[in-house]
């Protein structure tokens, strides 16, 4: 009768993955930047959903940052791996996107990486 923790944090999970996907759709034009966070790295891609396909992404895992700071999952290093994102995508001439926080709530290192988007010059 009773469910399992862990199995009802899923189930919350996906209800809200669900709820925001069904408003945010990603283009060539303008990606849906995904956020996903694990227990040590940070990971954002830009994704074109009408192909399916991943345009640009940056992660906390890449070596090149791992050098540059002792930690992998503070705000410091989530400001480094948005601004890799933005070069990326700047690169490809993209100035738009859709911020997708997936079931995150917007504060914290979420709220650092999307600022730290806008600083460099993509708008959502």
Same mark, same amino acid.
């Given at each position: 009768?009773?469910?399992?923790?862990?199995?009802?944090?899923?189930?919350?999970?996906?209800?809200?993955?669900?709820?925001?996907?069904?408003?945010?759709?990603?283009?060539?034009?303008?990606?849906? !930047?995904?956020?996903?966070? $694990?227990?040590?790295?940070?990971?954002?891609?830009?994704?074109?959903?009408?192909?399916?396909?991943?345009?640009?992404?940056?992660?906390?895992? /890449?070596?090149?940052?791992?050098?540059?700071?002792?930690?992998?999952?503070?705000?410091?290093?989530?400001?480094?791996?948005? /601004?890799?994102?933005?070069?990326?995508?700047?690169?490809?001439?993209? $100035?738009?996107? !859709?911020?997708?926080?997936?079931?995150?709530?917007?504060?914290?290192? !979420?709220?650092?990486?999307? /600022?730290?988007?806008?600083?460099?010059?993509?708008?959502?």
């Amino acid at each position: 009768m009773l469910k399992d923790k862990a199995l009802l944090k899923k189930e919350r999970k996906t209800r809200i993955r669900k709820r925001i996907r069904k408003k945010i759709k990603g283009t060539a034009e303008r990606p849906r !930047v995904f956020v996903f966070k $694990s227990n040590r790295y940070v990971y954002l891609q830009a994704i074109n959903d009408l192909n399916g396909t991943v345009i640009a992404s940056a992660s906390s895992l /890449e070596k090149e940052l791992r050098e540059s700071s002792p930690s992998t999952k503070n705000k410091e290093i989530c400001q480094l791996v948005a /601004e890799r994102l933005a070069q990326r995508l700047k690169e490809k001439n993209i $100035s738009k996107i !859709v911020f997708d926080r997936g079931t995150y709530p917007f504060h914290g290192r !979420v709220k650092v990486l999307a /600022e730290t988007l806008r600083q460099h010059g993509l708008s959502f």
